[in-house]
């Protein structure tokens, strides 16, 4: 378990300068049209265009391929579930395996879901990778009048993630030196596991708590009008990007109309 709140991306990168919510607001708005469609030439391209614009973000692919390895055991979940589970096993018989049939209607249906989980959360992901919490807090707060108690609690609880990895850590050790130790038996692995979970959630709230009680007593939550510290400014240049989400999103959608191949979720 690892986490990171820190932009690993090149600050100086031109999209990577944008207003915080404005690279929200665009990943969202670009994302959205893609729920609307299962054809898998939709998030292809959209996958290929996102894929395109990471270096305008200041961000390697290789750099990326690491931070996105759960979105691939997601992938590899949904083509089992598929082969499994679908409903619809028309089209070519490919590999004969009684009811669960593997034909091309099921693998062209698993690969549209899968492309577009990439396509929707790869956005997100970029979002994230080139942003500084506290600036998208403060943006947050500045650009989108969000309440302040949110945007800061959120903030104080995404800055309390890598905790988490040093607290299992130690909780594992802990367990380990009063000879709790699951061996190569699989099903004491997975109670061990469900143990140690556990015993992190109960941690993390009660330090969410306890962080709660301590804002409310620094007046985190008032009503005074507060001050910034750090200024954010929502400018032409945001407005652009915003804006270039939305012609995008569409001309992806114009194409596979236009092609014959848009199937509409509904």
């Known amino acids: 378990m690892t986490f990171t709140t820190q932009p690993i991306g ?41 894929l395109a614009l990471l270096p305008l973000f200041g961000l390697r692919h290789t750099i990326l391929a690491r931070q996105v390895w759960p979105l691939l055991a997601a992938g590899a979940g949904v083509l089992i579930t598929m082969v499994l589970f679908a409903a619809d096993r028309g089209g070519t018989l490919l590999v004969g395996l ?23 959360a790869l956005p997100g992901v970029i979002v994230f990778a080139t942003t500084d919490p506290t600036d998208l807090a403060d943006a947050l707060v500045q650009n989108a009048k969000a309440p302040a108690r949110f945007a800061i609690g959120a903030l104080a609880a995404f800055r309390l993630l890598p905790l988490l990895n040093a607290e299992w850590q130690m909780l594992t050790l802990a367990r380990r030196a009063r000879g709790v130790d699951a061996g190569r038996n699989p099903i004491a692995k997975v109670r061990l596991f469900g143990a140690t979970a556990f015993a992190l959630l109960v941690g993390a709230l009660r330090r969410g708590g306890r962080l709660a009680v301590a804002m409310d ?27 270039g989400a939305i012609g995008l999103a569409a001309a992806v959608l114009a194409t596979t109309i236009t092609l014959g191949l848009f199937r509409p979720i509904i």
């Open 10 to 50: 090149d600050p100086s990168a031109p999209l990577a300068r944008r207003n915080p919510v404005a690279k929200l607001a665009a990943a969202l708005l670009f994302s959205l049209p893609l729920i609307s469609t299962l054809d898998p030439l939709t998030p292809a391209i959209a996958l290929a265009v996102e």
């Open 98 to 120: 009684g009811p669960f049939d593997v034909t091309t209607g099921v693998l062209t249906t698993a690969l549209g879901l899968i492309l577009r989980l990439f396509a929707i």
């Open 217 to 243: 007593a620094r007046g985190f939550d008032s009503g005074i009008a507060r001050t910034y510290a750090r200024r954010q400014t929502f400018t032409g240049a945001d407005t652009l990007l915003v804006v």
